[in-house]
């Protein structure tokens, strides 16, 4: 896979959890704790994107 399609899916899967994390706002049922661990698992893949960003290309 390449760096780019690599990034794409990375920021695909981001973008899912946030819409997730807005869905489960939304619904009064859903555990804070679930909350809490769908925007570390945001926050992982955000690190994962800019570390891969950061990470100096060769030819």
Avoid: C, F, Y
């Avoid at 997730?20 to 690190?47: C, F, G, M, Q, T």
């Amino acid at each position: 896979m390449s760096l780019a399609s690599h990034l794409d899916e990375l920021q695909r899967k981001h973008g899912d959890i946030e819409r997730e994390i807005d869905d489960a706002k939304n619904h009064p049922s859903v555990d804070d704790l679930e909350i809490v661990n769908l925007k570390r698992r945001k926050l992982a893949l955000k690190d994962e994107i800019e570390k891969l960003r950061a990470k100096p290309t060769t030819h």
